[in-house]
């Protein structure tokens, strides 16, 4: 099929090649120029592992292309995805949906014969019937359908999760734009994806419900962390014991800083402001994001107490800057919190990250970056692993034993705290 990806931030990029991949002509575009120039050289915008290989794989063999010209792009598409931001609104909570509109729009000038213009943005309910109304004002609806398939790719995992999904989930709400894109989707689907046909609007509801229900999981057992540290219980032996319930399920239960990234963050917010709209109170998903939003408050204190408040002019390494391991994500990042407070503080800072220097520390006072592993933590008085990277999970921190007076504080539970105390080192976790 010949497919249109507009957007090529980290859903239609994706999206795009490994659609390309399965056998699809497709085109991603973009308005940025200097990002379509790159990206046909092989330079890719984003860090995901197995990513540049599929790119380079499938542009040779020109299955793949990218363009700026959106209207010849449409023209040559059976498709088009709509691949573009959502961010929160500075001004409230709500999805900022002007690109999603402006794509919509944009698309209405271009449509020269039948087309299914699929939302794969993270849209709240009801932005699908916008997309439509816009499109119907140049274009007989006969011309076209409109169809929510929203994405469930995660940060570091994306091209397995593209081609080996738990589900694919698409809305519409026409018998013409199913069939074609149930066929558009049968390789995955012979591979045992499970396939969930439904109304646009529950598809759009599907993406946001999903999310929150993440991200509660993750609030859920932080908030058991506390406790456990109160009460001299290990987190991990809590999130075994109740991962094992299969109505639960182990995933999304581990203790850490407070979730961040692409996601979470705007999509519990944005789905609290369509509650809102539609008059529903939607207090759980409330309180997990304010919980959340304190949560670096409550890092920071026992991060203060771990230092019996002695900061300044402390040397303090941080291992992994970025929101989660597998990417350069820094989107709401704990570390944007802790960081600049450390650096307030008067603390000498040094960070590693395997995805390299940070622009959001750049004009911090004391904060330098690291090229290595050894040169972020030598010398140190507290390193910090705040970033899950397979890199940090085999320091052999006997190298470093002979600092008695070292403190590690673990903050993704990679290490186990009988192992490190056994080296003469302070060691602290979470929730243990």
């Given at each position: 099929?010949?497919?249109c990806?507009?957007?090529t931030g980290?859903?239609?990029?994706v999206?795009?090649v490994?659609?390309s991949d399965?056998g699809n002509?497709v085109?991603?575009v973009?308005?940025d120029?200097?990002k379509i120039?790159n990206l046909k050289?092989?330079?890719?915008?984003?860090y995901e592992?197995g990513?540049?290989?599929?790119v380079l794989k499938n542009?040779k063999?020109?299955r793949l292309?990218f363009?700026?010209?959106l209207?010849?792009?449409?023209?040559k598409?059976d498709?088009?995805?709509i691949?573009v931001?959502?961010p929160t609104k500075?001004?409230?909570?709500s999805?900022?949906?002007?690109?999603?509109?402006?794509?919509?729009?944009?698309?209405?000038?271009?449509?020269n014969?039948?087309?299914?213009i699929i939302n794969?943005?993270?849209?709240?309910v009801?932005t699908?019937?916008e997309?439509?109304?816009?499109?119907s004002?140049?274009?007989?609806?006969?011309?076209?359908s409109v169809v929510?398939?929203p994405?469930?790719l995660?940060e570091g995992e994306?091209i397995?999760?593209?081609?080996y999904?738990?589900?694919v989930v698409v809305?519409?709400?026409?018998s013409?734009s199913?069939?074609?894109i149930?066929?558009l989707?049968?390789?995955?689907?012979?591979?045992?994806a499970?396939?969930?046909?439904?109304?646009?609007?529950?598809a759009?509801?599907?993406?946001y419900a999903?999310n929150?229900?993440?991200?509660t999981?993750i609030t859920f057992?932080?908030?058991?962390?506390?406790?456990?540290?109160?009460?001299?219980?290990?987190?991990?032996d809590?999130s075994?014991?109740i991962?094992?319930?299969k109505?639960i399920g182990g995933?999304?239960l581990?203790a850490g800083?407070?979730?961040?990234?692409?996601?979470f963050?705007k999509?519990?917010?944005?789905?609290v402001?369509?509650?809102?709209k539609?008059?529903?109170?939607?207090?759980l998903?409330?309180s997990?994001i304010?919980?959340n939003?304190?949560r670096?408050?409550?890092?920071l204190?026992?991060l203060?107490?771990?230092?019996k408040?002695k900061i300044k002019?402390?040397k303090?390494?941080?291992l992994?800057?970025?929101f989660?391991?597998n990417?350069d994500?820094?989107?709401?990042?704990s570390?944007l919190k802790?960081i600049?407070?450390?650096?307030?503080k008067?603390a000498?800072i040094?960070y590693?990250?395997?995805?390299?220097?940070?622009?959001?520390?750049?004009?911090l006072?004391?904060?330098?970056?690291?090229?290595?592993i050894?040169?972020?933590?030598?010398d140190s008085?507290l390193?910090?692993?705040?970033?899950?990277?397979?890199?940090?999970?085999?320091?052999n921190?006997k190298?470093?034993?002979k600092?008695?007076?070292l403190?590690?504080?673990?903050?993704?539970n990679i290490f186990s705290?009988n192992k490190?105390?056994n080296?003469?080192?302070?060691y602290y976790?979470i929730?243990r």
């Open positions: 099929m010949k497919l990806m507009i957007g980290y859903v239609g990029l999206s795009g490994c659609f399965l002509d085109i991603c973009d308005k120029i200097n120039t050289k092989g330079i890719i915008p984003i592992p990513l540049e290989e599929l542009y063999n020109k292309n363009s700026t010209n209207k010849e792009s449409v023209k598409s498709i088009i995805f691949c931001g959502t500075k001004k409230n909570n999805a900022d949906l002007s690109q999603v509109y402006s794509a919509g729009y944009e698309i209405s000038k271009s449509i014969k039948y087309k299914i794969k943005s993270t849209v709240p009801s699908g019937d997309i439509e109304k816009i499109i004002k140049k274009v007989k609806k006969k011309y076209f929510s398939n994405e469930f995660r994306a397995r999760d593209f081609i999904p738990d589900r809305g519409s709400n026409d013409k199913k069939k074609i149930k066929n989707y049968s390789p995955l689907i012979s591979k045992g499970n396939y969930l046909s439904t109304s646009r609007r529950a759009e509801l599907i993406k999903s929150a229900f993440l991200a999981k057992i932080n908030e058991i962390a506390n406790l456990c540290e109160k009460t001299g219980i290990d987190v991990e809590i075994i014991g991962g094992l319930d109505r995933r999304f581990r800083p407070a979730y961040g990234g692409s996601c963050p999509d519990t917010k944005a789905i402001s369509t509650a809102d539609f008059k529903t109170n939607l207090s998903i409330k997990v304010k919980s939003n304190i670096s408050n409550l890092l204190k026992r203060s107490l771990i230092m408040n002019n402390k303090i390494s941080f992994g800057v970025t989660k391991a990417t994500d820094m989107r709401d990042s570390s802790l600049p407070y450390l650096s307030r008067g000498n040094r590693y990250d395997p995805t390299g220097l940070k622009k959001e520390f750049k004009n006072k004391n904060v330098k970056f690291s090229n290595s050894h040169e972020s933590i030598k008085d390193i910090i692993i705040h970033t899950e990277w397979n890199d940090f999970k085999s320091i921190f190298k470093y034993s600092n008695k007076k403190i590690i504080y673990d903050m993704r705290p490190i105390k080296l003469g080192l302070k976790g929730g």
